[in-house]
């Protein structure tokens, strides 16, 4: 099986942004929210002429830079948009890619848990973006409902890869506060996550 992706963009040699190492992101089509800063609103829409790409397909144009990502310890970073709306996808590109390339993931969580399962073991290093831990403000922040995402925490947590995982915590301005932030801390700390980015949205209403 090699399963092909939309691809909303393909970005080489980052440093510092997703993981260890030299990186390069892959950002892919398609998310199931609808957040009011969405910072990839054109993930919704897929064009007619939009780039698509199969594991063996990516995996090869990014070998261009394998040398970089070997004596970096870094590698790939599919992100979006939403990649676990793709399990399958990653699955195949984790089998394709040289075995010291880091894999790691940019997402929401909010997909079934079954997906994630699907790929528990393939992933490096998680970024996962919760918004807020309260289900009324991610409700009203993201017009979605945050089950999904507690319910993969708890995966996450179960399998003991909390060390594995980044979460981005943000202050969403006229959304959340200072405080809501820290009450999603502290609930994700009860869950053993340890490692937070604390930033604030920056956007053109402030």
Known sequence: MNDQVKVLGIDRLRMGSDGEGITTLVALYKCPLRCKYCLNPQCHTIPDNSYSTTPDKLVQLCMVDNLYFQYTNGGLAIGGGEPLLFPTFINEVRDRM?????????????????????????????????????????????????????????????????????????????????????????????????????????????
């Open 98 to 206: 040289p075995s010291e390339w880091s894999l790691t993931l940019e997402t929401s969580l909010n997909v079934p848990t079954e997906n994630v399962k699907q790929i528990l073991k393939d992933i490096t290093h998680w970024f996962i973006d919760i918004k807020d831990m309260n289900p009324d403000i991610y409700k009203e922040y993201t017009q979605c409902t945050n089950l999904q995402v507690y319910q993969n925490l708890s995966l996450l947590a179960a399998h003991k890869l909390q060390d594995k995982c980044t979460i981005r915590v943000p202050l969403i301005p006229s959304f959340n506060t200072t405080q809501d932030q820290n009450a999603s801390v502290k609930k994700l700390t009860e869950m053993g996550f340890k490692k937070f980015d604390l930033f604030e949205y920056i956007t053109g209403q402030q």
